[in-house]
């Protein structure tokens, strides 16, 4: 049975590349463009994985992460970050950002990381 996922991220290109590289083996159910909408799409959805944008307008994904895993600390977040933010990625952890993988994604890269994350 698949699994659902969240895909958050303000750029509709990074969405796209994403749901093109999950869509085989995973469920889409929501699309946010920010984390005030990733929040509510994970209380309406619930999905067994978020994927989430660190840099947003209106509420980053630091927070959102936070705002999430208070409401459900069983919830899984990976956390998408471009190269040179390992500062904000520190924070996404303190957050409570499960792992993370690095724009531009790869396949590999991004199948590794969910399974990391999942098979805990």
Known sequence: ????????????????????????????????????????????????????DIVMPIRDGIEA???IKDMDSSAH???????GQEEKMKKAVRAGADGYITKPFQKPSVMDAIENVLSV
Request: hydrophobic content about 45%; overall charge negative; charged content about 30%.
């Open 65 to 67: 992460t936070s705002q």
């Open 77 to 83: 977040v990976i956390m998408c970050t471009s190269i």
């Open 1 to 52: 049975m698949a699994q659902d996922v969240l895909l958050v991220d303000d750029s509709e290109f990074m969405r796209n590349l994403l749901r093109e590289i999950l869509a085989d083996e995973f469920d889409i159910v929501g699309e946010a463009e920010n984390g005030v909408e990733a929040v509510e799409m994970y209380k309406e959805n619930r999905p067994d994985l978020v994927m989430m």
